[in-house]
């Protein structure tokens, strides 16, 4: 529906001032641009002036024509000449002087200012006090409410979660029915916080939760309640909540609550620096010591950061249950994709399953991006359906980047990436890591990559041994061990291998307890359970003596690597060479050839 046009006297007042400026700078456009004094002059002295009329600093006349009916008029600019007088009488010219009033003028140069600056404060100031008004209204929350029509979302759009779909199923039915956890004198928790890496879909279940019971849906990012002004922020908090509790039933999703939830004291610049997001979170913590959820608003909200998050946001009646959403499993894979591939033209040959298994670790949105990425792969080739190959040039592409064929490397260089990567494939099969080596390659990808070995697991891993750790530490440095076994000397080649293989031996040696040196003590305390990265920046627990130990344990455990790769590859050296002059042939080799030359040469 249109809104109804108001008569806005701001902006009539801000116009007419516009026009009375303008007429007074234009001025009449239809006068005759005036001539010279001196024309003026000659035009008296050959008896060619009519009539004259002498007003303020200016002379205006008509001048003798034949035509009566169209006199010719001119004007001029008034000069101080004393015997202006006796030549008009001396000529027979008519002539009088007016008097000009400068009343308006004068009153014009005090008024417009006057009318522009009431105009000013009327659109600014007098806008304040009003709640409706786009402008200074800084304490309205910015919350989007979808309504029911407007929320499609059900559970089954969101596959890969089983059981956070289990425990929010409550949510639902006490949303269409709140009498029934009344009945036993139970109550519903305060908050519910989701909790899980990025892309795991918690937007999407918090979606689903008010598609499923038809209500209003909240939805807001923890964000847009920092504000510059102190104050400003809170304000929007209550805001919220009223609004909220007036379309009852309703859902209030809070997403990034880690941006308005950070743990108070954390800010070693001084208390007053973050005076204004302390002051937000106090009134949130307020409104949920307050809150009832028996009034039909549920308050949900999420995070893949909860070890930064306040402990009083955390504690029982408020956000008193968490729901941790982690990466799917193969099976959950497997149904993410069946989702997303449900408007794509797919091969009836295509097995969901097997890119399952070479997507370990991929979030849902990962999954998503992956099968938009195989359409385009299919789109470009000209393909009627997605293929296999498809898929597979995809993940390639989403984990190495983009193939640079236009990066032509030497032969020489191309022998020795050849032989840093079987190397990688050598050690993964004779290790028996529970993976398969998928592909081995030695096209350049990226920005660094010159060549890539891709492996997938058998299945889904939640735990790992010490030896298999080991074991994948060999298989990082076989990419070394090979060039130094077949060119009896080492590249740049290796960097993210060793990057890669000295975070894992660290941590071995400081999070799992895998160091006889050290003991179970664990040195790493500050890592995020969902991102490999630290979180704080605070100073080593631990004194320099055990920080030495720590390097010598990591460097032991990749020493004691290395060796077990350069063993490996030694005793499966024909394998490697043959898998070598195979691959600088092809460039590209499959699981199925490298497994036939496994099963010939090992």
Same mark, same amino acid.
């Given at each position: 529906?249109?809104?109804?046009?108001? /008569?806005?006297?701001?902006?009539?007042?801000?116009?007419?001032?516009?026009?009375?400026?303008?007429?007074?700078?234009?001025?009449?456009?239809?006068?005759?641009?005036?001539?010279?004094?001196?024309? /003026?002059?000659?035009?008296?002295?050959?008896?060619?002036?009519?009539?004259?009329?002498?007003?303020?600093?200016?002379?205006?006349?008509?001048?003798?024509?034949?035509?009566?009916?169209?006199?010719? !008029?001119?004007?001029?600019?008034?000069?101080?000449?004393?015997?202006?007088?006796?030549?008009?009488?001396?000529?027979?010219?008519?002539?009088?002087?007016?008097?000009?009033?400068?009343?308006?003028?004068?009153? /014009?140069?005090?008024?417009?200012?006057?009318?522009?600056?009431?105009?000013?404060?009327? /659109?600014?100031?007098?806008?304040?006090?009003?709640?409706?008004?786009?402008?200074?209204?800084?304490?309205?929350?910015?919350?989007?409410?979808?309504?029911?029509?407007?929320?499609?979302?059900?559970?089954?759009?969101?596959?890969?979660?089983?059981?956070?779909?289990?425990?929010?199923?409550?949510?639902?039915?006490?949303?269409?029915?709140?009498?029934?956890?009344?009945?036993?004198?139970?109550?519903?928790?305060?908050?519910?916080?989701?909790?899980?890496?990025?892309?795991?879909?918690?937007?999407?279940?918090?979606?689903?939760?008010?598609?499923?019971?038809?209500?209003?849906?909240?939805?807001?990012?923890?964000?847009?309640?920092?504000?510059?002004? @102190?104050?400003?922020?809170?304000?929007?908090?209550?805001?919220?909540?009223?609004?909220?509790?007036?379309?009852?039933?309703?859902?209030?999703?809070?997403?990034?609550?880690?941006?308005?939830?950070?743990?108070?004291?954390?800010?070693?610049?001084?208390?007053? &620096?973050?005076?204004?997001?302390?002051?937000?979170?106090?009134? %949130?913590?307020?409104?949920?010591?307050?809150?009832?959820?028996?009034?039909?608003?549920?308050?949900?909200? $999420?995070?893949?950061?909860?070890? @930064?998050?306040?402990?009083?946001?955390?504690?029982?009646?408020?956000?008193?249950?968490?729901?941790?959403?982690?990466?799917?499993?193969?099976?959950?894979?497997?149904?993410?994709?069946?989702?997303?591939?449900?408007?794509?033209?797919?091969?009836?040959?295509?097995?969901?399953?097997?890119?399952?298994?070479?997507? $370990?670790?991929?979030?849902?949105?990962?999954?998503?991006?992956? &099968?938009?990425?195989?359409?385009?792969?299919?789109?470009?080739?000209?393909?009627?359906? @997605?293929?296999?190959?498809?898929?597979?040039?995809?993940?390639?592409?989403?984990?190495?980047?983009?193939?640079?064929?236009?990066?032509?490397?030497?032969?020489?260089?191309?022998?020795?990436?050849?032989?840093?990567?079987?190397?990688?494939?050598?050690? #993964?099969?004779?290790?028996?890591?529970?993976?398969?080596?998928?592909?081995?390659?030695?096209?350049?990808?990226?920005?660094?990559?010159?060549?890539?070995?891709?492996?997938?697991?058998?299945?889904?891993?939640?735990?790992?041994?010490?030896?298999?750790?080991?074991?994948?530490?060999?298989?990082?440095?076989?990419?070394?061990?090979?060039?130094?076994?077949?060119?009896?000397?080492?590249?740049?080649?290796?960097?993210?291998?060793?990057?890669?293989?000295?975070?894992?031996?660290?941590?071995?040696?400081?999070?799992?307890?895998?160091?006889?040196?050290?003991?179970?003590?664990?040195?790493?305390?500050?890592?995020?359970?969902?991102?490999?990265?630290?979180? %704080?920046?605070?100073?080593?627990?631990? #004194?320099?003596?055990?920080?030495?130990?720590?390097?010598?344990?990591?460097?032991?455990?990749?020493?004691?690597?290395?060796?077990?790769?350069?063993?490996?590859?030694?005793?499966? #050296?024909?394998?490697?060479?043959?898998?070598?002059? $195979? %691959?600088?042939?092809?460039?590209?080799?499959?699981? !199925?050839?490298?497994?036939?030359?496994?099963? !010939?040469? #090992?």
């Amino acid at each position: 529906m249109t809104p109804q046009t108001r /008569f806005n006297p701001a902006v009539f007042i801000f116009l007419l001032g516009i026009l009375l400026l303008g007429r007074s700078l234009l001025g009449d456009n239809k006068e005759t641009p005036p001539i010279p004094y001196s024309q /003026f002059l000659i035009y008296l002295k050959d008896l060619k002036v009519e009539s004259v009329v002498i007003s303020g600093d200016t002379i205006q006349g008509t001048l003798k024509t034949l035509d009566k009916s169209k006199p010719e !008029h001119f004007s001029t600019l008034k000069v101080e000449d004393p015997t202006l007088t006796p030549q008009l009488a001396q000529a027979g010219v008519r002539f009088e002087s007016v008097h000009e009033s400068t009343f308006f003028k004068d009153t /014009f140069a005090w008024v417009f200012p006057l009318i522009l600056m009431a105009g000013f404060w009327w /659109f600014i100031f007098g806008r304040m006090n009003r709640p409706q008004g786009p402008l200074m209204n800084y304490g309205k929350s910015k919350a989007k409410i979808y309504v029911e029509h407007d929320l499609k979302t059900r559970f089954s759009d969101a596959a890969g979660t089983d059981e956070a779909k289990a425990e929010l199923q409550e949510l639902v039915d006490f949303l269409k029915d709140p009498s029934k956890f009344n009945r036993l004198g139970g109550r519903l928790p305060t908050g519910f916080l989701l909790v899980g890496p990025p892309g795991t879909g918690k937007t999407l279940l918090a979606r689903a939760i008010a598609g499923e019971a038809n209500v209003a849906f909240f939805s807001i990012n923890g964000s847009e309640f920092v504000e510059m002004f @102190v104050g400003l922020g809170a304000a929007r908090v209550r805001d919220l909540f009223e609004q909220a509790r007036e379309h009852s039933p309703c859902i209030i999703f809070i997403d990034e609550l880690d941006a308005l939830g950070k743990a108070r004291g954390l800010n070693e610049m001084g208390s007053g &620096a973050n005076d204004e997001k302390e002051q937000t979170l106090n009134q %949130l913590l307020a409104e949920l010591d307050g809150f009832d959820p028996s009034t039909g608003v549920i308050l949900l909200a $999420a995070t893949n950061r909860p070890e @930064v998050l306040d402990p009083a946001l955390l504690r029982s009646g408020r956000f008193d249950r968490q729901i941790v959403i982690d990466k799917p499993d193969r099976k959950g894979r497997t149904e993410i994709l069946r989702i997303h591939l449900k408007k794509v033209s797919i091969d009836p040959d295509l097995s969901l399953d097997s890119i399952a298994g070479l997507t $370990a670790g991929f979030s849902g949105a990962d999954l998503e991006n992956l &099968a938009n990425e195989a359409a385009i792969v299919a789109t470009r080739r000209g393909a009627q359906t @997605v293929e296999q190959k498809d898929f597979t040039a995809a993940i390639e592409r989403i984990i190495g980047g983009l193939e640079r064929k236009s990066r032509i490397l030497s032969g020489e260089e191309k022998k020795r990436v050849a032989y840093h990567e079987m190397g990688h494939a050598t050690a #993964s099969l004779a290790l028996e890591l529970g993976e398969t080596v998928h592909k081995v390659s030695v096209i350049p990808r990226g920005v660094g990559a010159l060549g890539y070995t891709m492996r997938r697991p058998t299945e889904d891993r939640y735990l790992v041994s010490k030896q298999e750790l080991e074991a994948k530490l060999a298989v990082l440095l076989a990419g070394r061990a090979s060039e130094a076994v077949f060119f009896s000397d080492i590249s740049t080649g290796a960097a993210d291998d060793l990057d890669k293989a000295t975070d894992i031996a660290r941590s071995m040696v400081t999070r799992f307890g895998m160091s006889e040196t050290l003991g179970l003590e664990t040195f790493d305390r500050e890592t995020s359970p969902f991102l490999n990265q630290r979180v %704080l920046s605070r100073s080593h627990d631990y #004194s320099e003596h055990t920080s030495q130990i720590i390097d010598q344990e990591t460097h032991q455990l990749i020493s004691t690597a290395y060796r077990l790769a350069l063993k490996t590859l030694k005793s499966h #050296s024909k394998f490697l060479e043959e898998s070598v002059r $195979a %691959l600088l042939s092809k460039e590209t080799l499959e699981e !199925h050839e490298l497994k036939e030359l496994w099963a !010939h040469y #090992s």
